[in-house]
């Protein structure tokens, strides 16, 4: 692991007030609930975080004010990485956003912790505009499976990456990745929650491709931890 120095911050509110520009990505139940993970991870003080795919920023918050030593922000929309870097900078926190995919995510690594709210969403359609902060191709797994598979590559020796994920994109799947990849990856919590906007606006396609049942109104989230040997 890289080197790690003591650090004391407040801690991070569950809900903290967020600036969030028209078209990007309202954080959900998916975001605080791996914000809670990540609180409860046993993260070293000093820590270098990734929050990939940022967004408004929330995670990447939550790990600098959990004493995180410093914090990158990575998403490919301009607008999520002002709204990060706005919000992360009216609190005086030292967190680095930085516009790019997950292979300049790689290059600015190694991490001690990888933080993943990833696209994840089922779709009949190619993701544009807006919507890739939450549309991930016919099985949900577009954003996925690459990082799964190179998730390892980011993390320094004894990192680990936190990634949640609606079981709808098949969080067997991202296990089996992880693993292969060399990874000791488990689901350390679960919840089932009420569909967001998102998922009921696609429900009828989610019927359709067998992802979810007749008339479900529900998901269940998982935090899945990986840890690098």
Not at 32 to 44: E, H, I, Q, V
Not at 72 to 81: E, G, K, P, Q, Y
Not at 124 to 129: E, L, M
Not at 187 to 213: C, D, H, K, W, Y
Request: hydrophobic share 45%.
């Amino acid at each position: 692991m890289t080197a790690i120095t003591s650090t004391t911050r407040p801690l991070a509110p569950a809900r903290p007030w967020l600036v969030r520009p028209p078209g990007v990505y309202r954080p959900q139940d998916d975001t605080w609930f791996l914000a809670s993970a990540l609180r409860a991870s046993g993260m070293p003080s000093g820590a270098r975080v990734l929050d990939l795919c940022t967004g408004t920023g929330a995670l990447a918050l939550t790990a600098a004010m959990s004493g995180a030593g410093s914090v990158t922000a990575v998403d490919i929309s301009r607008r999520a990485l002002a709204a990060a870097w706005t919000n992360t900078r009216l609190r005086g926190l030292p967190v680095r956003a930085v516009r790019g995919s997950l292979a300049e995510a790689t290059r600015r690594g190694p991490f001690d912790v990888v933080l993943a709210n990833p696209p994840y969403v089922p779709c009949p359609i190619p993701a544009s505009g807006a919507a890739r902060a939450w549309d991930a191709g016919p099985d949900g797994r577009v954003v996925l499976d690459p990082l799964c598979a190179g998730a390892a590559a980011m993390l320094a020796p004894q990192g680990f990456l936190l990634l949640v994920h609606s079981k709808v994109a098949d969080v067997d799947k991202s296990l089996t990745r992880l693993r292969e990849s060399g990874l000791a990856a488990a689901v350390v919590a679960s919840r089932t929650v009420p569909f967001g906007p998102v998922m009921r606006a696609r429900a009828a396609f989610l019927e359709e491709a067998g992802l979810i049942t007749a008339g479900q109104q529900d998901e269940e989230l998982a935090v899945i931890r990986a840890d690098r040997p």
